[in-house]
């Protein structure tokens, strides 16, 4: 079973940082590629960055651009999404989703919520 | 950057109904299309891709079609079980887009 578990979201405060964890399983991880995708409170969902399963290729969201930075450890199972200088518009859940290899995204974290406030 | 463009953003249908969802993208992006649905305080579920191909374990009520800019998802004979929102998303070039989301109610 494939399974996707994201952690290390929680409250802070405005220019703080924040890293995001998530920890797969049930596949090969090293062969697939993944995305970070939030969701503000009560709005739609919204792309923030992808990473191909070598990390030869990443790609981010204008939004998150030069604040964000996802990375892998294909020895370990894990994405990550280290979070710097962050604002109040970054306030969501961040989801990990597996890419199926078009970016489309087939399996998907139950998220981890990030609240931004002072 | 590519916009998707859903419509209606809400509708209401009945057990047993039928419901059509339209997205519309802002350029051709072929096939390029995934459908998501999303229950309250639950992560997405991936539900069609390639515009048309459902994956597996979804129900055949549930049909995908389009390419280009226009696209349709149908739910035939609603279960409870599908009252949810419902996403598009291009998967023809990044920054990957979504679109504003149909909330299916009763």
């Known amino acids: 079973e494939v399974l996707l578990v994201e952690s290390g979201g929680g409250l802070v405060k405005p220019g703080g940082s924040l890293r995001l964890s998530c920890a797969a399983s049930?596949?090969?991880?090293?062969?697939?590629?993944l995305n970070w995708v939030r969701q503000a409170p009560g709005k739609g969902l919204e792309w923030v960055a992808y990473i191909s399963s070598s990390s030869s290729s990443i790609y981010y969201a204008d939004s998150v651009k030069g604040r964000f930075t996802i990375s892998r450890d294909n020895a370990r199972n894990s994405l990550f999404l280290q979070m710097n200088s962050l604002k109040a518009e970054d306030t969501a859940v961040y989801y990990c989703?597996?890419?199926?290899?078009?970016?489309?995204?087939?399996?998907w974290g139950q998220g981890t919520l990030v609240t931004v406030s002072s | 950057d590519i916009q998707m463009t859903q419509s209606p953003s809400s509708v209401s249908a009945s057990v047993g109904g039928r419901v059509s969802i339209t997205c519309r993208a802002s350029?051709?992006?072929?096939?390029?299309l995934a459908w998501y649905q999303q229950k309250p305080g639950m992560a997405p579920k991936f539900l069609i891709f390639a515009s048309s191909t459902l994956q597996t374990g979804v129900p055949s009520r549930f049909s995908g079609s389009g390419s280009g800019t226009e696209f349709t998802l149908t739910i035939s004979s609603l279960q409870p079980d599908d009252f949810a929102t419902y996403y598009c998303?291009?998967?023809?070039?990044?920054?990957?887009?979504f679109g504003g989301g149909t909330r299916v109610e009763i």
């Open positions: 989703a597996r890419d199926r290899g078009s970016t489309e995204l087939d399996y």
């Open positions: 049930g596949f090969t991880f090293n062969t697939y590629n």
């Open positions: 350029q051709d992006i072929s096939s390029w």
């Open positions: 998303q291009q998967a023809h070039s990044f920054p990957l887009t």
